[in-house]
């Protein structure tokens, strides 16, 4: 799923930078625009690294942030200053002085000397901690919690102060966090809040979540069908056309619940017919390996949610890796990827699936809360609840939107993939006693002759998503050719008495192709943007984890799926 902050947050750059660009000193540190032949070497290499630290830093500094050479903390839309120390990174955990950050929320803090302990009363909310101990003991109406730390509160000789982890101070009050590994910015705020007020303009499509994904304390039982065809359709004139077509079917269960997704699919081709009658000279060794690879076979996947750990196990490990990975061990890839894997594969996540309300989607996917409230602002005035127009007929309730257009951001936030032109949708909800027994939803884009439909249905009991794109290129002989790739998914979930696994069996090879990296704010929730993320992705080849899959490197470690296998495809269908 995409995420606009990045660019959105760029685009402000350059417009500050470049508004202060005749007042270069307004702040304690020089705008790097300003003398950009600072960056470059005699052989005209520019120093990237050192221009974007120098650029964080002015932009920093131009925010107001108290320590724009180190981090900061935000609470509310306002930095936290700390008149005794200032935040640090501690074994990957940012650290604060405890008084200033739980004072600065409304907090009453008071420290016990001799018992070297410190109690701070937040609401209904009592908190224990002790330097040198990594629990920290929570009373609220609702019982004691203890907060297990992995990197104990300490008293600072230096400061004077007590230092807590940010992440652990803030979940203790309620809170949760987020890091901007740009900017080097840990933002606390109250997530239950947040979500209640984005959630509060979209309860008709909530619903409509809440239903497919089902009830989060619950075990379901999940049957998947999906298939991929990639065509080209060759027209020409006073002939019949021409249709050469390459089909990809993937069947197979998952056992999903709060804690773990544990997942087998069965895939297979039709590639071998059409390997068969083509010109293999046409196809580089790594595709010819790949197709192979494709024709059939399994993956297996688990991902456990509390670790923060995916597994996956499948034959085309070993191919993509070039033997690298044994067929029958498992890789370890940093967990919460799932929406980051199906953009991946280009497949992306289909409106809001897997969360049960906008809220919580935006929030998943956003480092900056403020930004969510954003756009959650325009994603309701395209499908909010005032957009629908609701009719009531015979006990049943219709929700309908038609022919609204809206911007190529929010259709690529919502139904995933880019959308390079503005798009029109139609949406259909029918309710009858409180559940949705039908729903129906589709977009239409064109643009420079590429055609891209999606449709979404749901029964009440099977949810089904389909993508159709095509391109159109014509000829000066009349001749033209339709590139089209088409995708269908459904599933169906019931209620079921088995457990997923929460790792490989005992015995099993596993091995650590990206092991996670804390990302100093100690987010539970990390997505493509994490830094345990962009190592798996850079596993790939490629320089950040946002970097498209077709844009990767010749050269990869891990070979290009993406590229490799819409280049072969090509081959094998002309």
């Known amino acids: 799923m995409k995420t606009f902050k990045g660019v959105f947050s760029f685009l402000l750059c350059v417009i500050l930078v470049f508004s202060l660009a005749g007042n270069a000193f307004a702040g304690d540190y020089q705008n790097p625009y300003d003398h950009l032949d600072d960056y470059f070497d005699e052989n005209g290499n520019i120093d990237y690294e050192r221009f974007r630290n120098d650029e964080r830093v002015y932009m920093l500094d131009q925010m107001g942030a108290p320590y724009p050479e180190g981090v900061n903390v935000m609470v509310g839309g306002e930095f936290v200053e700390f008149p005794y120390g200032k935040p640090t990174i501690v074994d990957g955990r940012t650290v604060v002085p405890f008084r200033a950050l739980y004072e600065f929320v409304g907090a009453t803090v008071s420290y016990d000397a001799a018992a070297n302990k410190a109690t701070v009363l937040f609401g209904d909310r009592t908190i224990e901690i002790a330097p040198g101990n990594t629990e920290i003991n929570v009373t609220n109406p609702g019982g004691k919690e203890v907060i297990h730390c992995d990197v104990a509160p300490f008293n600072d000789s230096e400061s004077g102060s007590m230092f807590v982890p940010v992440y652990f101070a803030a979940i203790s ?27 509060a303009d979209f309860t008709v499509i909530n619903r409509l979540l809440a239903q497919i994904n089902g009830d989060k304390n619950a075990t379901y039982k ?133 969360y049960s309300s906008i809220g919580e989607m935006l929030l998943a ?147 650590d192709l990206s092991a996670p990296v804390d990302d100093g704010a100690g987010d539970t929730e990390p997505g493509y943007n994490e830094p345990g993320a962009v190592d798996f992705f850079k596993a790939f080849g490629a320089s950040s984890a946002s970097e498209s899959a077709f844009d990767f490197p010749s050269g990869s470690p891990l070979l290009s799926f993406g590229e490799i296998l819409a280049n072969a495809a090509k081959s094998l269908i002309r």
Not at 233 to 259: R, Y
Not at 271 to 285: A, F, G, Q, R
């Open 365 to 511: 996917t956003e480092t900056d809360p403020d930004y969510a409230v954003y756009e959650a602002e325009s994603l309701a005035a395209v499908f909010g609840d005032d957009a629908f127009r609701k009719t009531v007929s015979g006990g049943k309730t219709t929700y309908k939107i038609s022919q609204t257009a809206f911007t190529a951001d929010i259709a690529s936030l919502f139904f995933g993939g880019y959308y390079s032109a503005p798009t029109y949708f139609t949406i259909t909800l029918v309710e009858e006693n409180g559940k949705f027994i039908s729903a129906d939803i589709a977009t239409y884009d064109e643009y420079n002759g590429e055609e891209s439909i999606v449709k979404i249905s749901f029964d009440g009991t099977t949810f089904t998503v389909s993508l159709n794109q095509s391109t159109a290129t014509e000829f000066s002989d009349g001749l033209k050719i339709n590139d089209y790739t088409k995708i269908s998914y459904s599933f169906s979930k019931a209620v079921t008495s088995e457990s997923p696994r929460l790792a490989p069996p005992d015995g099993d090879s596993v091995i």
């Open 173 to 199: 009050i309620g809170y949760d966090v987020t890091w901007d590994s740009e900017m080097w910015i840990a933002t606390i705020y109250n997530k239950a809040a947040v979500i209640e007020e984005i959630d």
């Open 222 to 354: 999940v049957s998947h069908d999906a298939q991929l065809k990639v065509g080209s359709e060759v027209l020409a004139p006073n002939a019949e056309p021409e249709i050469t077509e390459i089909k990809f079917n993937l069947t197979g269960t998952s056992i999903e619940n709060k804690t773990a997704s544990d997942s087998k699919f069965s895939y297979s081709s039709d590639i071998s017919e059409n390997l068969i009658s083509t010109d293999l000279s046409k196809l580089t060794p790594e595709e010819i390996r790949l197709l192979a690879g494709l024709q059939h076979g399994t993956v297996e996947t688990i991902e456990n949610f509390e670790t923060q750990k995916m597994y996956v196990r499948s034959s085309l490990l070993s191919v993509l890796t070039g033997d690298e990975i044994p067929t029958d061990a498992w890789a370890v890839i940093p967990g919460g990827m799932t929406p980051a894997l199906l953009s991946f594969a280009g497949i992306g996540d289909i409106g809001g699936i897997g």
